[in-house]
């Protein structure tokens, strides 16, 4: 079928990326706070690539690196106020580096330090299992939005912006947070109040999805890059999962996670 001719090459780049994260996440530690600065520093580059295309060459590769190096200095030396206040500072001066839309970068560059942050904090403090409930909710969300959206189809959920999400996909992934969340409270001992975080979560990871197709769209892109096959570039795959985290941190920092 014609809505699933992509499946065969998502699926097997989604296996590889399993299998990564899948050994990041057991592992822990500097392994996986090198993969998530990697990760941020390749959406960085993407990023600058899509709002700065007449660039010269090398400066998205150092704004990327600078991100990558940034990450993982900063949550090695810092922590508090002082950590939050330096990323953000760190953010507005890449944002300053682009010729035009220093707002949108600025915003999003935030959004890939933060969320960084949020993924090596939620390793280190709560350990393997809840990154893997936070995977799980951005990609069983995602799946099931998917075959929803193809299968079921039905009225568009923003079609100016992302023209292929239907409403049907998103309830579906609603849905799928909900199970998701009950399947993971017994192992997390986690109370019901997981439910209310894990719905907030796909919705921001979703929400993630359609701040990232906007941002193509400005650009005239289709792909952020071709680096994965089957789902394009870093921010194609990883664009709702750092807006999932981002919120993962927000609640965590304020006690609402897993209450």
Not at 148 to 165: D, E, N
């Amino acid at each position: 079928m014609a809505e699933f001719s992509d499946l065969r090459a998502r699926a097997l780049s989604g296996a590889a990326m399993a299998g990564l994260g899948a050994g990041a996440i057991w592992l822990g530690g500097p392994v996986f706070t090198g993969l998530v600065c990697v990760l941020s520093g390749l959406m960085i580059w993407e990023l600058t690539r899509m709002l700065d295309p007449d660039a010269p060459f090398g400066k998205a590769e150092a704004a990327g690196f600078t991100a990558a190096v940034v990450l993982a200095v900063f949550t090695w030396r810092f922590d508090g106020l002082v950590l939050v206040g330096l990323t953000a500072l760190v953010a507005v001066l890449l944002a300053w580096r682009f010729p035009k839309d220093r707002m949108v970068a600025g915003a999003y560059v935030a959004l890939v330090l933060f969320a960084g942050l949020g993924l090596i904090a939620l390793r280190g403090d709560y350990g393997a299992l809840w990154v893997l409930w936070l995977v799980a909710l951005v990609v069983g969300s995602d799946i099931s939005g998917y075959f929803a959206g193809r299968i079921f189809g039905g009225p568009k959920l923003w079609p100016r912006v992302s023209p292929k999400k239907t409403w049907s996909g998103t309830v579906a992934g609603w849905g799928a947070a909900i199970a998701i969340a009950l399947a993971f409270m017994p192992v997390l001992g986690a109370g019901a109040g997981l439910i209310l975080a894990s719905v907030l979560i796909a919705m921001a990871g979703q929400a993630g999805d359609i701040a990232e197709s906007a941002i193509k769209r400005h650009a005239g892109v289709k792909d952020s890059s071709n680096l994965i096959p089957g789902h394009g570039g870093v921010m194609d795959r990883f664009d709702a999962l750092v807006a999932a985290a981002l919120v993962e941190l927000v609640l965590a920092q304020t006690a609402l996670l897993g209450a």
